[in-house]
């Protein structure tokens, strides 16, 4: 059975740090990519970053670069998202997803968790 499970999520201040954390399990063949999306109340699903497995490349939405950081590491079936100087607008839902090819920022993902939430309020 094929499982992601996202962790870290909570309500944090504006300004402050999280670390979110998606552990994969029950896959039979290697992931190639896997990304964070992130979906506030009443908007549609967006993409938030992506790596490559293989080679570690990134992806970024313009609205997280400079302050996310995607990192994996493969021994654990860990990806991370370090999320910094976090505004509100970063409230969501977050959920990571993966797949066997790679889909950048794109939603065609196979696999995905069930997400964990994220509040930025004062």
């Known amino acids: 059975q094929v499982q992601l499970v996202e962790s870290g999520g909570g309500l944090v201040q504006p300004g402050r740090s999280l670390r979110l954390s998606c552990q994969g399990s029950?896959?039979?063949?290697?992931?190639?990519?896997v990304g964070w999306f992130r979906q506030a109340p009443g908007k549609d699903r967006e993409g938030v970053s992506c790596i490559n497995s293989f080679d570690g490349s990134a992806d970024y939405a313009d609205s997280v670069k400079g302050r996310f950081t995607i990192s994996i590491d493969k021994a654990k079936n860990t990806v991370y998202l370090e999320m910094n100087s976090l505004k509100p607008e970063d409230t969501g839902v977050y959920y990571c997803?993966?797949?066997?090819?790679?889909?950048?920022?794109?939603?065609?993902?196979?696999?995905w968790g069930q997400g964990t939430q994220v509040t930025v309020s004062s």
């Open positions: 997803a993966a797949d066997h090819r790679y889909y950048g920022l794109d939603l065609r993902y196979d696999y």
């Open positions: 029950g896959f039979t063949l290697d992931v190639y990519a």
